[in-house]
């Protein structure tokens, strides 16, 4: 089993930044995929971000592209994503999930092992 933890939401403003952590705990040698993804009041829950925990490779969603930076150290078994240059439509629930599947980083919620509780961030205009 692992367990994820996020941190690091809150309240901003449009156009500030923020950093949320997901620190993973538990079987992490098993973790082969992070990633984010996020829910916004009344909509589906959409893929973020994701890093192999290996190779450090990233993957981003076209909306956020350019903006919001996923890193990991792996010394600290966490994740984390850097947002920058906020909108108010990035306004949601961020969740951080962790997969097992060697191989695949995926962008399809269902492909994802574990999850965390979710941290809300909230962007006003």
């Known amino acids: 089993q692992v367990q994820l933890v996020e941190s690091g939401g809150g309240l901003v403003q449009a156009g500030d930044s923020l950093r949320m952590s997901c620190a993973a705990s538990?079987?992490?040698?098993?973790?082969?995929?992070v990633a984010w993804f996020r829910q916004a009041p009344g909509k589906e829950r959409e893929f973020v971000a994701a890093?192999?925990?290996?190779?450090?490779?990233?993957y981003y969603a076209d909306s956020v592209k350019g903006r919001f930076t996923i890193s990991r150290d792996n010394a600290k078994n966490t994740v984390y994503l850097q947002l920058s240059s906020l909108k108010p439509e990035d306004t949601a629930v961020y969740y951080c999930?962790?997969?097992?599947?060697?191989?695949?980083?995926?962008?399809?919620?269902?492909?994802?092992?574990?999850w965390g509780q979710g941290t809300q961030v909230t962007v006003s205009s």
């Open positions: 999930a962790a997969s097992k599947q060697y191989g695949v980083v995926s962008e399809g919620a269902h492909d994802y092992d574990y």
């Open positions: 890093i192999s925990w290996g190779t450090g490779n990233t």
């Open positions: 538990g079987r992490t040698d098993s973790i082969y995929a």
